[in-house]
């Protein structure tokens, strides 16, 4: 599906280095190419440090590359843009404002009259389920439905791009499954680009169409692993258990490596006092 | 039912004993040189009676409000102002600092030389009690916003000015409000002083008058009516916090 058509996002030989005046140069992702083409679900995963809050921050126009360039849509991300947008794990939702107002926030930032704007928003609001819940401020909302609120935000403004940083890791199990289910089922709609961090492998393999997997120290793109699986999924498949499987292993290996280097730092430094 | 006791029966019980340990207390001395609560409360009526104290308490509110109203103009656009500008903060950090441990009394002696005796050496004695509270509670509230909320605001593209007025505002608006709460107690405080030093009317004149006659049981009656009217005014910015609290959803759904 990937053949032939020109990447939505790119990153060439994007990396991203700090200046610490107590550690010199802390490499967060090390130069690296990552394509994702239009319509894509992409998960990004791996153990932290691995620098994917990085990568999605920008591909989100939140940072600069130190190195290298983030090309969307062919051109250089420089600022962030209402097309793409994110949604963070603690939800980012103005607290003094009810659920519908937060919606309309985003709708009025883009210029939408204001007729239009209600239209839109509660149409977004229903499309999660809460349309009963317009005029509730956040904190009358549980996690799940405050991420609800969040989505229906972002996609009330139509963008063409969705970044996701560790979206349902605040949430009780239960919850994160419905909300998976529901984002896939939103994404049926309309085919919507969704960079989707998680430290969660098995909600990797059940949502994303390609799972890439990072590893640390320093930050970097380990590997690609493609889920060809039609979507609803099933968890109990045993075609699902493979890639479940496979990606298990694929990370075991990065996390050992990562155990193994952190180790050997470890002995450097205890080597280093003992002069 | 029991919580409702509670809150009202234990109040009242605890003002019954202080009037009591009052009362005791008093009545080991003479009415002059310390008055028990009875005194006190005829001195009051006899205030009222000499059309006195409606007229201190109205001038005495009426120079606390335009001070007040002042204090809020200046120090809550300046406290956005550089609650957003981290460098005009540190510029201005140390001047802050130096003037804000000097207690708005120590200006009183400027205050007459460059305004005479009359409302305005009060009023800026309650203005000098009140800002500094202000300020840096504005400065605080505003620096204190959550980074999440600039990224969402920035993501969705809103213009400098919905940034401000949508965004910082409503932010900063619970911590502005405990700014104005203490602000209120400090310059309530500083009232009394004010107007002991430099004006010819109000509550604090009222206290330094009876002073000046020995009336002892009007300067209580003046402690007392002070009292009364800070704990009024603090009841009333309170009421207006807890509704500000609930719509931002702090303290939770009570």
């Known amino acids: 599906m990937v053949n032939?058509?020109?990447?939505?996002?790119?990153?060439?030989?994007?990396?991203?280095?700090?200046?610490?005046?107590?550690?010199?140069?802390?490499?967060?992702?090390?130069?690296g190419n990552l394509d994702i083409y239009e319509g894509e679900f992409v998960c990004l995963v791996g153990p932290s440090g691995c620098g994917k809050s990085t990568v999605i921050n920008l591909m989100a126009g939140f940072e600069q590359p130190t190195e290298g360039s983030v090309l969307i849509d062919g051109k250089p991300v420089l600022k962030p843009d209402p097309d793409r947008i994110m949604i963070f794990q603690d939800y980012g939702l103005f607290p003094?404002?009810?659920?519908?107002?937060?919606?309309?926030?985003?709708?009025?930032?883009?210029?939408?009259?204001?007729?239009?704007?209600?239209?839109?928003?509660?149409?977004?609001?229903?499309?999660?389920?809460?349309?009963?819940?317009?005029?509730?401020?956040?904190?009358?909302?549980?996690?799940?439905?405050?991420?609800?609120?969040?989505?229906?935000?972002?996609?009330?403004?139509?963008?063409?791009?969705?970044?996701?940083?560790?979206?349902?890791?605040?949430?009780?199990?239960?919850?994160?499954?419905?909300?998976?289910?529901?984002?896939?089922?939103?994404?049926?709609?309309?085919?919507?680009?969704?960079?989707?961090?998680?430290?969660d492998l098995e909600e990797a393999v059940y949502l994303g169409e390609r799972i890439v997997l990072m590893a640390p120290n320093p930050g970097r793109f380990e590997n690609n692993i493609t889920i060809d699986l039609p979507y609803p999924r099933d968890r109990t498949d045993k075609h699902f258990d493979h890639y479940r499987k496979k990606l298990f292993e694929a990370f075991d290996l990065v996390h050992k490596e990562a155990g193994r280097i952190r180790k050997e730092a470890e002995e450097i430094q205890e080597d280093g006092s003992g002069i | 039912?029991?919580?409702?006791?509670?809150?009202?029966?234990?109040?009242?019980?605890?003002?019954?004993?202080?009037?009591?340990?009052?009362?005791?207390?008093?009545?080991?001395?003479?009415?002059?040189?310390?008055?028990?609560?009875?005194?006190?409360?005829?001195?009051?009526?006899?205030?009222?009676?000499?059309?006195?104290?409606w007229k201190d308490i109205t001038i005495s509110l009426t120079r606390f409000s335009i001070a007040y109203s002042i204090a809020v103009t200046c120090a809550i656009p300046l406290g956005l102002f550089l609650g957003r500008c981290r460098s005009c903060l540190r510029a201005i950090d140390p001047v802050v600092q130096l003037l804000r441990p000097i207690s708005p009394i120590a200006w009183f002696p400027l205050a007459v030389l460059w305004f005479g005796i009359g409302n305005t050496p009060a009023i800026f004695i309650i203005f000098m009690?009140?800002?500094?509270?202000?300020?840096?509670?504005?400065?605080?509230?505003?620096?204190?916003?959550?980074?999440?909320?600039?990224?969402?605001?920035?993501?969705?593209?809103?213009?400098?000015?919905?940034?401000?007025?949508?965004?910082?505002?409503?932010?900063?608006?619970?911590?502005?409000?405990?700014?104005?709460?203490i602000a209120l107690g400090t310059a309530w405080i500083h009232l009394v002083a004010g107007e002991m030093l430099g004006a010819d009317s109000g509550l604090g004149y009222l206290i330094i008058d009876a002073r000046n006659f020995l009336r002892t049981d009007q300067i209580m009656a003046g402690m007392l009516l002070?009292?009364?009217?800070?704990?009024?005014?603090?009841?009333?910015?309170?009421?207006?916090?807890?509704?500000?609290n609930k719509q931002w959803g702090i303290n939770g759904q009570r």
Request: glycine letters at 8%; proline letters at 5%.
């Open chain 1, 4 to 31: 032939g058509r020109t990447p939505k996002i790119r990153l060439l030989n994007a990396g991203k280095s700090f200046h610490t005046s107590s550690e010199g140069a802390h490499v967060a992702l090390a130069a």
């Open chain 1, 96 to 199: 003094w404002k009810t659920a519908l107002d937060n919606i309309l926030f985003g709708l009025k930032c883009r210029g939408v009259s204001k007729t239009e704007a209600k239209k839109r928003a509660l149409a977004a609001l229903s499309g999660v389920g809460l349309s009963a819940w317009a005029q509730r401020h956040p904190h009358e909302l549980s996690g799940g439905m405050k991420q609800r609120v969040a989505l229906a935000r972002a996609l009330a403004v139509e963008p063409s791009v969705l970044f996701m940083d560790e979206p349902f890791a605040a949430l009780d199990a239960f919850t994160r499954l419905h909300l998976q289910e529901e984002l896939l089922e939103l994404r049926k709609k309309r085919k919507i680009t969704i960079i989707f961090v998680t430290h």
């Open chain 2, 1 to 53: 039912m029991a919580e409702k006791i509670q809150k009202f029966l234990l109040p009242t019980l605890a003002v019954g004993l202080f009037l009591m340990i009052w009362q005791y207390a008093a009545s080991h001395y003479t009415p002059e040189l310390f008055p028990g609560p009875t005194h006190v409360f005829q001195a009051i009526l006899e205030l009222i009676k000499e059309g006195r104290l």
């Open chain 2, 129 to 181: 009690a009140a800002f500094f509270p202000m300020l840096l509670a504005t400065i605080s509230a505003v620096r204190s916003i959550p980074a999440i909320n600039y990224k969402v605001a920035n993501n969705f593209g809103a213009k400098p000015a919905l940034v401000f007025l949508g965004i910082i505002i409503p932010a900063a608006f619970p911590g502005i409000m405990t700014g104005l709460h």
């Open chain 2, 226 to 244: 002070v009292g009364i009217l800070g704990l009024l005014l603090n009841k009333l910015i309170t009421i207006g916090e807890q509704v500000i």
